[in-house]
Antibody
Framework: QLQLQESGPGLVKPSETLSLTCTVS??????????WGWIRQPPGKGLEWIGS???????YYNSSLKTRVTISDDTSKNQFSLKLRSVTAADTAIYYC?????????????WGQGTTVTVSS | EIVLTQSPGTLSLSPGERVTLSCRTS???????LAWYQQKPGQAPRLLIY???SRATGIPDRFSGSGSGTGFTLTISRLEPEDFAVYYC??????????FGQGTKLQIK
């Protein structure tokens, strides 16, 4: 059964770079027609899509974040990663990695448990 | 960019009641790419409905979705105690972009 697990620092200083990794288990990052994505949720607020990486390595980003975001993958480790540069307090959120399923017309059917990132000095 | 607006923001209901949640899109969308999620406190969202009206694997049949164009609904036919949560609609669009509604909170009366 496919599982996703986010990891990374829980505290990041303002103006620095937030770096998170999502480890995929029970399946392969490549070799299937999947996207892999990042979504975040500020405290007490709704969900915001950050971006996705296709199995080919092609990336797609939310236009509101694209100047600060990079999503990449490491097939040797079966992981994909998020980097968000120049963070502010507004980037404080729970960050989820997720996988859309072509069986479900790209709805997000597998989610990590989420990792809380606080931006503070 | 498509905007999804959910209503109402909060609903107070009792177990056993029927409820319908609304999701309106700022422009007509393909229902194929309209989904609904349930999120409980401290948990990741869970996919309930995809393709506007198809239940994901393991979702009870008291959950149903419908709609087309710019108006979509999620109906829970008979509320169970575990159904009190926040519900989000979501659209998948061009450039692999995901847009979420702001959520509807279902709370126990």
């Amino acid at each position: 059964q496919l599982q996703l697990q986010e990891s990374g620092p829980g505290l990041v200083k303002p103006s620095e770079t937030l770096s998170l990794t999502c480890t995929v288990s029970g399946g392969s990052l490549r070799g299937s027609s999947y996207y892999w994505g990042w979504i975040r949720q500020p405290p007490g607020k709704g969900l915001e899509w950050i971006g996705s990486i296709y199995y080919t390595g092609t990336t797609y980003y939310n236009s509101s974040l694209k100047t600060r975001v990079t999503i990449s993958d490491d097939t040797s480790k079966n992981q994909f990663s998020l980097k968000l540069r120049s963070v502010t307090a507004a980037d404080t959120a729970i960050y989820y990695c997720a996988r859309p399923s072509t069986n479900y017309f790209n709805a997000l059917d597998v989610w990590g448990q989420g990792t809380t990132v606080t931006v503070s000095s | 960019e498509i905007v999804l607006t959910q209503s109402p923001g909060t609903l107070s209901l009792s177990p056993g009641e029927r409820v319908t949640l609304s999701c309106r899109t700022s422009q007509s969308v393909t229902s194929t790419y309209l989904a609904w999620y349930q999120q409980k406190p401290g948990q990741a969202p869970r996919l309930l409905i995809y393709d506007a009206s198809s239940r994901a694997t393991g979702i009870p049949d008291r959950f149903s979705g419908s709609g087309s164009g710019t108006g979509f609904t999620l109906t829970i036919s008979r509320l169970e105690p575990e159904d009190f949560a926040v519900y989000y609609c979501q659209h998948y669009g061009s450039s692999a972009m995901y847009t979420f509604g702001q959520g509807t909170k279902l709370q126990i009366k």
